[in-house]
């Protein structure tokens, strides 16, 4: 598995409920990164051609959730995995939609981001003293990638070996990753709305 995250925030005026100023808020936002997107990306490296899925929550005026499945294959590579796979199954595994966030459903991935201090890790990998009992081949690892509001950025990975043997992801992350997941079918349209969003991009590429 592998996660990105990316996103922008324009400025507007009607700030979201957890953007609303109070003298304590903004005393503390200047010691403590106030997130401004974050998006995770899952890698299946299993398949000869990669799937990612993605899932990100961007801090506009109104906090949006955007969720995208898709195999990754290069441009001159297509006609032959449509032709693999079949054209149906290629066109349900291409997916996207993107929907409004409740703010509160933001802060809490915000909090948890604050707990693990996500804006300064880098890389999660066994511990130092631990000898892995096994060492997987072709799981995907995670990839996250956050932004600040003050510009600042990072990108933390969790490599495929600590995913095989899960015990060793830190409890914050698998949290953080847990409550990412489960804004997915809490927010997912139905599927009438995902086949003409589907359709609307068919028509602009």
Not at 9 to 38: G, Y
Not at 89 to 108: A, C, G, H, P, Y
Not at 170 to 193: D, H, S
Request: with cysteine; charged share 20%; proline share 6%.
């Amino acid at each position: 598995m592998l996660v990105i995250v990316t996103a922008c925030a324009p400025f507007s005026a009607n700030k979201p409920i957890h953007q609303q100023s109070s003298i304590n808020i903004n005393i503390k936002s200047e010691t403590d990164p106030r997130l401004d997107e974050i998006t995770v990306t899952y890698l299946d490296e299993t398949t000869p051609f990669p799937i990612h899925t993605t899932v990100s929550l961007v801090n506009y005026a109104s906090p949006s959730i955007s969720y995208s499945k898709k195999i990754v294959v290069p441009h001159r590579r297509i006609a032959e995995v449509k032709k693999r796979l079949g054209d149906h199954v290629f066109q349900k595994i291409e997916n996207f939609w993107q929907t409004d966030l409740r703010s509160q459903d933001f802060v809490d991935i915000e909090n948890i981001c604050r707990k693990i201090d996500i804006f300064t890790q880098t890389n999660v990998d066994f511990p130092i003293d631990v000898n892995p009992a096994q060492r997987c081949v072709g799981v995907g690892g995670a990839k996250f990638y956050v932004r600040t509001k003050n510009g600042q950025e990072n990108t933390l990975t969790v490599s495929g070996n600590v995913f095989c043997q899960e015990k060793y992801i830190p409890v914050g992350i698998r949290r953080l990753m847990g409550k990412i997941n489960a804004l997915v079918p809490k927010y997912q349209p139905f599927e009438e709305t995902v086949i003409a969003i589907l359709r609307n991009e068919a028509l602009i590429t």
